[in-house]
């Protein structure tokens, strides 16, 4: 954490975020009912990706980190987005 710290948030807004959380859970198991074609898997990601933003900013206090830290774990997410994107044009083109 930056200069030592600590950092609390409230329940309240812990349990908002566990209820988005739960939303988008049940949107992701809801959106693999309908068939979207290739875009079924491309709703999935997106919507775990909001997850996993959620998740990192808020449980794991990433949002109170430095600039610094906050770019390279951008920086991951940039890279699997181009994974994915790569793994779809494969799968595309076979």
Excluded: C, Q, W
Aim: aromatic share 14%.
């Amino acid at each position: 954490m930056a200069n030592n710290t600590t950092h609390t948030i409230e329940y309240k807004t812990l349990s908002k975020i566990l209820l988005v959380l739960l939303f988008l859970t049940f949107l992701t198991i809801s959106v693999t009912s309908y068939h979207l074609g290739p875009f079924t898997v491309l709703v999935a990601l997106l919507i775990a990706g909001l997850k996993s933003f959620l998740v990192l900013s808020n449980f794991m206090h990433l949002k109170y980190e430095s600039l610094l830290l906050r770019i390279l774990v951008a920086m991951v997410f940039v890279l699997f987005v181009v994974i994915v994107l790569i793994t779809f044009i494969d799968y595309a083109y076979r």
